[in-house]
């Protein structure tokens, strides 16, 4: 159930995402397409995680292909919109083109060296920095702080101590690992909607 109420709390997300997209200036919707990309993610693992563990299909490797691309791939893209917004660069196709594949080559290198988990926990530890960045340059933004202290609170406590093995009092870890990120996705979005819209341009954009 826990996984039902992720996967639908990252689709409305993801669905909101999109609709920005087609909202904002053409060198913003690149920037969208990867926060619905993000979103889209981790609601799919969310779903085949329902599905493993609800009926008990075989989903066992797609799960977890797309839970470690959520944590590797999704979170990151949001850490890279938050600063973008924040930072008022303008990136074009090809720099988040070049993001993406940057951050599966290292993903990759990261597993070839024998060294995943800790390559996990450094790149969230950065994204958690990314937003909390991101809000401190709006500081006066009181609703947007607030939103990224509390979302990068949820995350920290999900990854830090929570974690999602065994259990958690009269829970299992991983319920309550569900829980926290079903709060903090959401409230993730909240901060980029609030960070000031990239402006049209005229001229071509510059990465």
């Known amino acids: 159930m826990s996984d039902g109420v992720l996967a639908l709390a990252c689709a409305v997300c993801a669905v909101l995402a999109l609709r920005q997209q087609s909202r904002r200036a053409?060198?913003?919707?690149?920037?969208?397409?990867?926060?619905?990309?993000?979103?889209?993610?981790?609601?799919?693992?969310?779903?085949?995680?329902?599905?493993?563990?609800?009926?008990?299909?075989?989903?066992?490797?797609?799960?977890?292909?797309?839970?470690?691309?959520?944590?590797?791939?999704?979170?990151?893209?949001?850490?890279?919109?938050?600063?973008?917004?924040?930072?008022?660069?303008?990136?074009?196709?090809?720099?988040?083109?070049?993001?993406?594949?940057?951050?599966?080559?290292?993903?990759?290198?990261?597993?070839?060296?024998?060294?995943?988990?800790?390559?996990?926990?450094?790149l969230n530890l950065l994204t958690l920095g990314l937003l909390l960045y991101a809000a401190l340059l709006h500081w006066r933004d009181k609703a947007l702080l607030g939103a990224a202290i509390g979302c990068a609170g949820l995350l920290s406590l999900a990854g830090l101590w929570i974690g999602t093995q065994g259990t958690f009092g009269p829970f299992y870890s991983i319920d309550v690992f569900h829980a926290l990120l079903t709060l903090a996705y959401p409230l993730w979005l909240c901060v980029l909607l609030r960070l000031p819209a990239l402006p049209a341009a005229e001229l071509s954009p510059t990465d």
Request: charge should be positive.
């Open 26 to 122: 053409a060198i913003e919707q690149p920037l969208w397409f990867c926060v619905f990309l993000a979103f889209a993610l981790t609601a799919s693992a969310a779903t085949l995680g329902a599905l493993r563990y609800g009926p008990q299909l075989p989903v066992q490797a797609a799960h977890s292909w797309l839970s470690q691309a959520s944590s590797l791939l999704g979170l990151p893209l949001l850490g890279l919109a938050a600063l973008v917004l924040a930072r008022g660069w303008r990136w074009e196709k090809s720099s988040w083109g070049r993001a993406i594949l940057g951050l599966c080559a290292f993903f990759e290198l990261a597993r070839q060296a024998g060294v995943f988990e800790h390559y996990r926990l450094l």
